[in-house]
């Protein structure tokens, strides 16, 4: 009877180690990842005339701000378009997926400055690769039209 407590003893003692030690190795392990948290779009979205007159360069900007990171991206593009977008993260790698969607009277005479505001929550230190990569109207694929590497 002696020795059954023993090892039911020893053997919540065990588990309780076991499952201790588990949970500090995945404390240890877990990098914050980066999540996009939200995009915001200005510039000829916002149908901002002074954008339509812009001879402003295509461009990326980051901003840190603690645990966040912020990509500005502002692209010169047909004003008769309309642009969607997505975000793709994998490893360090931030790509950025750029479609015209346009069906109907897509193209115009005039040029537009459009501009995208992608929000990261969970941003460590370290050196970033980003893509920028456009899909442009009856275009079947995706052409990297900027690339690039940051570090704060």
């Known amino acids: 009877m002696k020795s059954i407590k023993t090892i039911v003893i020893l053997s919540v003692i065990f588990l309780i180690y076991y499952l201790i030690s588990c949970a500090k190795d995945d404390n240890e392990n877990n990098e914050k990842s980066l999540i996009l948290s939200k995009t915001e779009k200005g510039g000829c ?13 295509d461009t990326v900007f980051f901003k840190v701000t603690r645990d966040s990171l912020s990509m500005n991206l502002g692209l010169n593009y047909n004003c008769c378009s309309r642009l969607a977008d997505s975000i793709d993260i994998k490893n360090d790698v931030i790509t950025a997926f750029i479609k015209d969607t346009c069906t109907n009277l897509c193209v115009c005479r005039c040029v537009c ?35 690039d590497t940051i570090q704060y």
């Open 45 to 57: 979205f916002v149908n901002t005339p002074d954008y339509r007159k812009s001879a402003k360069a």
């Open 113 to 147: 400055y459009f501009t995208f505001d992608f929000k990261f929550v969970g941003y460590t230190p370290k050196t970033l690769i980003y893509i920028i990569k456009l899909k442009r109207h009856n275009e079947s694929i995706y052409n990297t039209i900027m690339q």
